[in-house]
């Protein structure tokens, strides 16, 4: 092999090696902070502009076209176009089983609005919010992000695919032995033996919302939450 040759078949090993870092790299990105609420390819597409794994797409493309072009022999510029190609089809691949481990590990099916160490009479409040949750089938996936208060507990949650989020509060509500109060086609609020519920469509997933049912949902009302999004940008 000429000196011209050698050096193609260097840069080819050095770009599947790359290549197989980043897939790696990829997958731990979207194992800890991917987009559980859309589909795989939302979620590589996701990873490639907001990660490191476009720039990684980016290096291993430009060694593998300099590979190409010092190539002599038509497998090894077969295997230059291949490497980039089979990198992104790797990253497709992995990227379901990634939001899969976050999901386990980083979110609940249910609220959670107690927490260890919390004063009085914030730890009641948690409490018999608390109990609210548990008392119904939810739908979505909870990662403990919300607000809680002696006014209510409200919890966040992502959501993938398309699904009705107050159709299936509808019917689980009544069925676990609440009466549904308000339903305006945006919220839906109901009660029993004076605790409340509320539930909110959001994009991408919806919000919450558990306390007396003297109280205003999400706290709304309140001047110390005056100005709060109750659907974040970011759920």
Sequence with gaps: MTGRAVSAAVLLVIGAGLALLAVLVHYEFMRIYGDVSGTAFEGLTWGLTAGP?????????????????LSTRWWMRLTAVAIPVLMLIGMFAVTPSALGQRLEVQFDSTPQCVTEGTDEPMATADRESQQVFDSMEHIGHFSGGGMSGVGGCTRWFVLPGDVDVLQHYRAALPAAGWEVVEDDGRHLRAHLDGRAFDVMPCPGGGVVWAGSDDDPSF??????????EICPHDL
Excluded: D, K, R
């Design 53 to 69: 794994s476009g720039l990684a797409l980016g290096l291993v493309a430009v060694v593998a076209m300099i590979g190409f072009m």
């Design 219 to 228: 706290g709304q009302g309140m001047p110390e939450l005056a100005g709060t």
